[in-house]
């Protein structure tokens, strides 16, 4: 998944991404630069994680998402549910 994952926001202009997906919980964690301009902000990050997740057959958990923006580095955790059949 992690590589799903990680081409999936490359091609929305991230870079340099770190991602890390523990099965067992279904939580990602991401790490990663965007290369397109000046960072979005963290509504904006959340809205295409989740997006990236619809995209993968999973949602994002209520409450189960927390995303960080310092200067050109972006940190996210996501509790991703089970996908649909």
Not at 2 to 7: D, P, W
Not at 45 to 57: D, H, S, T
Request: hydrophobic letters at 45%; charged letters at 25%; proline letters at 4%.
């Amino acid at each position: 998944m992690e590589s799903e994952i990680k081409s999936r926001l490359t091609a929305l202009g991230f870079q340099k991404i770190w991602c890390e997906c523990q099965e067992i919980h279904r939580i990602a964690r991401l790490r990663m630069s965007y290369g397109l301009g000046e960072m979005p902000p963290a509504a904006a990050i959340k809205r295409l994680l989740r997006r990236v997740a619809r995209e993968l057959g999973s949602s994002v958990a209520r409450g189960g998402m927390n995303v960080w923006v310092q200067r050109d580095r972006a940190e996210a955790a996501i509790v991703m549910e089970q996908p649909s059949a």
